[in-house]
């Protein structure tokens, strides 16, 4: 395991916005999942919300096979389009592409945060880099297709969309992208690297490479925590930006939710914290009760896996991922029993929102270092 620390901190955040190609793309996929059926009203008011939460976090219980529907798992299908952007180094195309899969609370521009002239924005750092990037809305909410939230949009139909996505950009079949790569790699945040964990696994000829951030195997441990400090709502109701989402969707309810499950005291910018608010994203209680199970077992992808977090991680380590030796992050090693190789990363002070805080460019450089390396 690699112990990272801030000092080049104040450097490289300096950095300008990156000379590039971009452009949004609407890409239609057509997809089947082996989803969870669930027997659950989706939650109508904020009691309703408040009363799923308690249920689904309480220890000792398992709240998920209590509501689980007589016929347990259903096939369900879907045509669906996904908000997405692509972009290249102004030059052309990079020696890679990368996918991009971000996480709860987010939407894409999470990987381009569009503050302060982009100095958050991983796109950037990884064209700087010469490599190309893909990064999209993940099925459910944003420019992509919404959906049920209890029983259509969950985990299992999103590792579908990253699938299809995917195969997709290496059939040069998505609308819009001629570029061919010899390599395409996997880079996820939180539920978006549970999902990548998910693809590589059942899916492993389909990437050159992945990068877990935000993830561990420790999430079951610690969800309750992410749940109660998220301060849900129905989504609705949460900001006007979300008014359109059904029932079901839920978000959090003010600033200091958002600081708790996403930021470490004394790494952030209040300014960051505040655009993470205002323009935070939904999420389904269909995902919220399928996220457990998507990454669980072992993972036999042969290829180079990075798993990095903030050392004050809350979801997937409980705010030390220090508390043992080896250390929570590094100790996903062991699911991966064939990769080559396994390297672990906990960023030290930084918190789940690892792209945000002022550590972002410490995180975006041991990334790029283990691809630059080992794809
Ligand atoms: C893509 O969409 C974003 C958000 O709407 C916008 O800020 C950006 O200018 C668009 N990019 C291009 C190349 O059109
Ligand atoms: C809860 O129940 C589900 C469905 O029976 C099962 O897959 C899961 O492993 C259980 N979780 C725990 C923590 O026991
Ligand atoms: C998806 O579109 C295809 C082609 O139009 C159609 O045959 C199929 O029934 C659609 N599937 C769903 C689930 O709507
Ligand atoms: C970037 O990658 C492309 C494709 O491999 C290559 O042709 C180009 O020379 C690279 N550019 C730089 C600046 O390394
Ligand atoms: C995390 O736990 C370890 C082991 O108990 C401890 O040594 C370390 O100081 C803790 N980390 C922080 C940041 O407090
Ligand atoms: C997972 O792999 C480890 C070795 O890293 C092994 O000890 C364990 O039994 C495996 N678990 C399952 C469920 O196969």
Same mark, same amino acid.
């Given at each position: 395991?690699?112990?990272?620390?801030?000092?080049?901190?104040?450097?490289?955040?300096?950095?300008?916005?990156?000379?590039?190609?971009?452009?949004?793309?609407?890409?239609?996929?057509?997809?089947?999942?082996?989803?969870?059926?669930?027997?659950?009203?989706?939650?109508?008011?904020?009691?309703?919300?408040?009363?799923?939460?308690?249920?689904?976090?309480?220890?000792?219980?398992?709240?998920?096979?209590?509501?689980?529907?007589?016929?347990?798992?259903?096939?369900?299908?879907?045509?669906?389009?996904?908000?997405?952007?692509?972009?290249?180094?102004?030059?052309?195309?990079?020696?890679?592409?990368?996918?991009?899969?971000?996480?709860?609370?987010?939407?894409?521009?999470?990987?381009?945060?569009?503050?302060?002239?982009?100095?958050?924005?991983?796109?950037?750092?990884?064209?700087?880099?010469?490599?190309?990037?893909?990064?999209?809305?993940?099925?459910?909410?944003?420019?992509?297709?919404?959906?049920?939230?209890?029983?259509?949009?969950?985990?299992?139909?999103?590792?579908?969309?990253?699938?299809?996505?995917?195969?997709?950009?290496?059939?040069?079949?998505?609308?819009?992208?001629?570029?061919?790569?010899?390599?395409?790699?996997?880079?996820?945040?939180?539920?978006?690297?549970?999902?990548?964990?998910?693809?590589?696994?059942?899916?492993?000829?389909? /990437? $050159?490479?992945? =990068?877990?951030?935000?993830?561990?195997? #420790?999430? !079951?441990? @610690?969800? *309750?925590?992410? %749940?109660? +400090? &998220?301060?849900?709502?129905?989504?609705?109701?949460?900001?006007?930006?979300?008014?359109?989402?059904?029932?079901?969707?839920?978000?959090? /309810? $003010?600033?200091? =939710?958002?600081?708790?499950?996403?930021? #470490?005291? !004394?790494? @952030?910018? *209040?300014?960051? %914290?505040? +655009? &993470?608010?205002?323009?935070?994203?939904?999420?389904?209680?269909?995902?919220?009760?399928?996220?457990?199970?998507?990454?669980?077992?072992?993972?036999?992808?042969?290829?180079?896996?990075?798993?990095?977090?903030?050392?004050?991680?809350?979801?997937?380590?409980?705010?030390?991922?220090?508390?043992?030796?080896?250390?929570?992050?590094?100790?996903?090693?062991?699911?991966?029993?064939?990769?080559?190789?396994?390297?672990?990363?906990?960023?030290?002070?930084?918190?789940?929102?690892?792209?945000?805080?002022?550590?972002?460019?410490?995180?975006?450089?041991?990334?790029?270092?283990?691809?630059?390396?080992?794809?």
């Amino acid at each position: 395991m690699v112990q990272a620390n801030s000092s080049a901190l104040l450097a490289g955040l300096a950095a300008v916005a990156t000379a590039r190609k971009c452009q949004n793309l609407t890409v239609p996929i057509s997809i089947t999942a082996s989803n969870t059926h669930f027997k659950l009203q989706a939650p109508s008011n904020n009691v309703e919300v408040t009363d799923f939460v308690l249920n689904l976090a309480q220890p000792g219980a398992n709240y998920t096979a209590e509501v689980l529907g007589d016929t347990p798992f259903a096939s369900v299908s879907g045509n669906y389009t996904i908000g997405a952007t692509y972009c290249t180094p102004d030059s052309g195309p990079g020696t890679a592409l990368q996918v991009l899969t971000h996480g709860i609370a987010f939407d894409r521009w999470y990987w381009d945060f569009p503050v302060q002239n982009r100095k958050y924005s991983y796109a950037d750092a990884a064209l700087a880099r010469n490599y190309s990037v893909f990064f999209y809305d993940r099925l459910g909410l944003g420019e992509s297709s919404h959906g049920e939230p209890v029983n259509e949009i969950q985990a299992a139909m999103e590792v579908q969309a990253l699938r299809a996505l995917t195969t997709k950009l290496r059939d040069t079949s998505v609308p819009g992208i001629k570029d061919t790569y010899a390599k395409v790699v996997h880079v996820g945040h939180s539920f978006g690297s549970v999902q990548s964990y998910a693809l590589v696994a059942a899916y492993p000829e389909l /990437s $050159d490479g992945v =990068a877990l951030s935000g993830f561990s195997q #420790a999430l !079951g441990d @610690f969800v *309750p925590y992410f %749940l109660f +400090a &998220a301060d849900f709502v129905e989504a609705a109701g949460a900001s006007p930006a979300l008014a359109a989402y059904p029932a079901g969707y839920l978000a959090s /309810s $003010d600033k200091s =939710a958002v600081q708790s499950n996403f930021f #470490a005291p !004394g790494n @952030f910018d *209040p300014a960051v %914290l505040d +655009a &993470a608010y205002t323009t935070g994203q939904p999420v389904t209680v269909g995902e919220l009760m399928t996220i457990g199970t998507a990454a669980a077992g072992n993972n036999s992808y042969g290829g180079p896996v990075l798993v990095i977090t903030g050392d004050r991680d809350i979801p997937f380590c409980g705010g030390n991922c220090s508390i043992s030796e080896p250390s929570i992050p590094a100790q996903v090693g062991e699911y991966f029993t064939n990769a080559s190789p396994f390297e672990a990363v906990v960023v030290s002070g930084t918190g789940h929102g690892l792209n945000l805080g002022y550590s972002a460019h410490e995180v975006y450089a041991s990334i790029l270092d283990f691809f630059d390396k080992n794809v």
